[in-house]
């Protein structure tokens, strides 16, 4: 049990402002290190999608081509990442359905 104001409640709260501070200085850092925001970069990956999707898959449409044909695998693994948390927030959530109340006690543990 914590109470309000003793040692270990003080620590905690330090400790969690040390962290705070440290995952900002983290998220800071990588901000600074993204280029700007549309400005394609000479030789980069998003030039040669955009020039050649086209060619590489025969797709008339740019943003399938390149989800669909040339990002598959990353794709699927997002939607399976997806899946699988949507699952597990479901199983989480779910209320359980007993037949009556006898079962209901049973697995309970009441009496």
Known sequence: MRVIGTDSYVSQKVMMLVLLVFFACILAY?????????????????????NESSDLTGSTNIVNSIVWDLRGFDTMGEEIVFF????????????????????????????
């Open 84 to 111: 699988t948390g949507a699952l597990g927030v479901a199983l989480a959530t779910r209320r359980m359905v007993f037949k009556n109340k006898k079962d209901q006690k049973k697995i309970m543990g009441e009496k």
């Open 30 to 50: 990588s901000v600074d290190g993204l280029h700007v925001f549309g400005v394609i970069e000479k030789g980069s990956v998003a030039e040669q999608y955009l």
